[in-house]
């Protein structure tokens, strides 16, 4: 089973800041198989990245992914007011396809 | 419009049985994989069952193995989530979503399952 573990839980910045929100594997696996999402409160998750690297439809370019074996990284290049929410990684390497505890991204 | 919206969620007592349906719409259901996900009060995403397009490849989480079938009948465009035995640990918000590349691009609005006595 591959566990992912998020870093940092809270992330506290302001507006116009960049963000960087860690995602790694307790086993390597290919980047094909991670993905990121976006949740904000009552809302479902909203997929934001796949392949590691590849933007989802609509979303807009101060999102971006990295990363490759087991460490992965979501960077927000300019934190907009709507950015802040809570974001997850997601593994489809291997049954069960486990998610990552999540990182709070809060306003300053 | 892609869309997928899932029902039958309620409170039931512990060791109860309930049935979560997901209706899909705007696309070609049987082309697509699905996941149910849920999430628990205050808590994060936990993955608990996939099925392949033919519904011959399913997968469990531990957590629900034994416990949860997963389902789908491609001609009513819809998935299902028989959900047996269940447990106050159960309660959590459920949503069905499509799996496109390695990835859930489309999700439910989901539908809450509160187990309770």
């Known amino acids: 089973e591959i566990v992912l573990t998020q870093s940092p839980g809270t992330l506290s910045l302001s507006p116009g800041e960049r963000a960087a929100l860690s995602c790694r594997a307790s086993?390597?696996?290919?980047?094909?198989?991670l993905a990121w999402y976006q949740q904000k409160p009552g809302q479902a998750p909203r997929l934001l990245i796949y392949?590691?690297?590849s933007r989802a439809t609509g979303i807009p370019d101060r999102f971006s992914g990295s990363g490759s074996g087991t460490d992965f990284t979501l960077t927000i290049s300019r934190l907009e007011p709507e950015d802040f929410a809570v974001y997850y990684c997601q593994q489809y390497g291997t049954s069960p396809y486990s998610f990552g505890q999540g990182t709070k991204l809060e306003i300053k | 419009e892609v869309q997928l919206v899932e029902s039958g969620g309620g409170l039931v007592q512990p060791g109860g049985s309930l049935r979560l349906s997901c209706a899909a719409s705007g696309f070609t259901f049987s082309y697509f994989e699905m996941n149910w996900v849920r999430q628990a009060p205050g808590k994060g995403l936990e993955w608990i069952s996939y099925t392949g397009t033919s519904g011959s490849l399913i997968y469990y989480a531990d957590s629900v193995k034994g416990r949860f079938t997963i389902s789908r009948d491609n001609a009513k465009n819809s998935l299902y989530l028989q959900m047996n035995t269940l447990r106050v640990e159960d309660t959590a918000v459920y949503y069905c979503?499509?799996?496109?590349?390695?990835?859930?691009?489309?999700w439910g609005q989901g539908t809450l399952v509160t187990v309770s006595s």
């Open positions: 979503a499509r799996k496109n590349w390695y990835s859930n691009d489309v």
């Open positions: 086993q390597s696996f290919s980047s094909d198989y």
């Open positions: 392949g590691a690297s």
